[in-house]
């Protein structure tokens, strides 16, 4: 399949590991010119210098603990380079916990770091899909939105908003050729899922390996996700192939959500 994906420009948040990291390389593989976000620059310059093409692609470094900050450096940069087509929304997620115990704080940090910089990053990217006709925004947030995880009270809650917010946004934007969907990555092999295994580990008195096979055993696949197969899922929600498909959850967890 074609994905029409050569030559389009991508900013990818938290693009230094992980699942933003396979989806950098996963688009660039495609001939997309990608911009990669995160706050630190020795981790940016060195996955650039990784990416296929690498004189094709840049990088933006911005903290999502300060939208403004975000924005203002997004803004810059698509006036003294070039706007974007794509847009992938990434960022680690809060810390677990009961949702009764969790301050005021850590709701305040987690709605800025992933609302309000979606918020602010829509806002600043998509006069230009509007120009080209095409846009595409995808989220990558939790299966939590359709199924809310237990000792994850801050991020069920915060994701839940994301999922409302992009299926609002969906709606408004749908007429000028721009999609905005949700990726909800089930148990994937990234160091945020190594830290859930830990606590849970911890809290239960038994080994990390015996948690590690507890947690698969919750999946059907009886396994993790890689970080390349949620990728592959959002470069194909990036592309061209997948213009008729607007304001959706998609799971990628080996069929642990129940739900429809």
Not at 13 to 36: D, Y
Not at 104 to 126: G, R, S
Not at 226 to 235: G, R, S, Y
Request: glycine residues 8%.
């Amino acid at each position: 399949m074609d994905l029409k994906l050569n030559n389009k420009n991508a900013l990818v948040c938290g693009s230094t590991q992980g699942i933003g990291k396979a989806v950098a390389f996963a688009l660039a593989a495609e001939g997309v010119n990608v911009t990669l976000v995160a706050r630190n620059r020795e981790k940016l310059k060195a996955i650039l210098a990784e990416l296929p093409n690498h004189n094709k692609h840049s990088y933006i470094v911005a903290d999502f603990s300060n939208p403004r900050e975000l924005q203002e450096q997004v803004i810059k940069f698509i006036e003294k380079e070039h706007g974007f087509h794509i847009v992938v929304n990434n960022t680690g997620g809060p810390r677990s916990g009961a949702i009764l115990t969790a301050s005021l704080e850590e709701f305040d940090n987690a709605f800025t770091m992933h609302l309000k910089c979606n918020h602010v990053l829509a806002q600043a990217t998509i006069p230009f899909m509007k120009e080209s006709g095409f846009g595409r925004i995808v989220n990558v947030i939790s299966t939590s939105v359709k199924e809310p995880i237990p000792g994850l009270g801050v991020s069920n809650t915060t994701r839940g908003a994301v999922g409302n917010w992009s299926k609002t946004l969906a709606e408004e934007v749908a007429a000028h050729g721009i999609t905005v969907n949700n990726v909800l990555p089930g148990f994937t092999e990234t160091e945020r899922l190594n830290e859930i295994i830990k606590i849970k580990a911890n809290g239960s008195n038994t080994s990390i390996e015996e948690m590690t096979e507890i947690m698969k055993n919750y999946t059907p696949a009886k396994r993790f996700a890689k970080p390349e197969e949620t990728a592959n899922v959002i470069t194909f929600l990036a592309s061209e192939a997948a213009s008729y498909v607007n304001g959706i959850n998609v799971p990628v967890d080996g069929g642990r959500t129940k739900s429809l």
